[in-house]
């Protein structure tokens, strides 16, 4: 009688053991395809930061309704528009749009320097951690993880500081010339938020996500591992 309770123990460890390397394989499988999604769209971030840096489409003149003989000449006429960190573009009768400034000479619009150096911050850790996923072939994955959890974190949050600096240094001569002297900090007078701004927002939203699921993966790695998995073990003697 007691050898069939032993063998019954013993049946149902091995099923046991079956059953936890299914849900085991089941698992990495799965930490996999997150890890792949993590990293396209660690890489789709990346080029996001280089669309925020270099397109002038922050802010935008709204719709402008007026009649040309309120104004004593063409010069006082509202000039509809748009701006950036770099460039400030005003519409002619032309199809091209006569632009100030551009990103080639790496001299951003004096009042939106520091927006423009936090955002250079941001690009520039974003990309380092679009390079540390070459080392996931030579590093321990969890130390690769948290690296780039920390990288995107920190470059969450120098976009965010720049989103709440550019609003702030509204209030010079360059935006009143589009926008009117109802402009000031915090107060875009006859302009708009535009589509580049709405990007930047956005991106601090996808690195903070980007960075939280980075630290979750790497807390996880340990669990992928087999529990009979010893990594000194072609170090042991013999015996």
């Given at each position: ?21 299914l849900y085991q394989t089941e698992f990495i ?106 080392l996931f072939r030579f590093c321990n994955s ?40 109802g402009v000031g900090s915090f107060s875009l ?51």
């Amino acid at each position: 009688m007691l050898t069939f309770w032993a063998l019954l123990n013993c049946i149902m460890q091995l099923e046991s053991q079956e059953v936890a390397k299914l849900y085991q394989t089941e698992f990495i499988r799965n930490a996999r395809a997150v890890g792949v999604l993590w990293a396209v769209c660690t890489l789709c971030f990346a080029v996001i930061e280089v669309v925020i840096l270099i397109q002038p489409s922050w802010v935008a003149t709204g719709e402008l309704h007026f009649r040309p003989e309120q104004f004593k000449s063409p010069e006082q006429m509202p000039q509809s528009g748009y701006f950036g960190l770099y460039e400030i573009c005003i519409e002619t009768d032309w199809m091209v749009p006569e632009c100030k400034g551009s990103l080639a000479s790496l001299s951003p619009i004096p009042a939106f320097k520091t927006a423009a150096v936090f955002i250079c911050m941001s690009l520039v850790m974003v990309w380092i951690s679009v390079g540390c996923l070459v080392l996931f072939r030579f590093c321990n994955s969890a130390t690769i993880y948290k690296v780039c959890a920390w990288l995107q974190l920190s470059a969450g949050f120098c976009l965010a500081v720049a989103c709440l600096v550019f609003p702030d240094s509204l209030d010079t001569p360059e935006v009143h010339t589009l926008c009117g002297n109802g402009v000031g900090s915090f107060s875009l007078g006859r302009c708009s938020v535009h589509w580049a701004f709405v990007l930047a927002i956005l991106g601090v939203l996808d690195a903070f996500i980007l960075s939280t699921l980075a630290f979750v993966l790497g807390n996880r790695q340990d669990a992928l591992l087999p529990q009979d998995f010893n990594p000194h073990a072609k170090d042991l003697p013999e015996t």
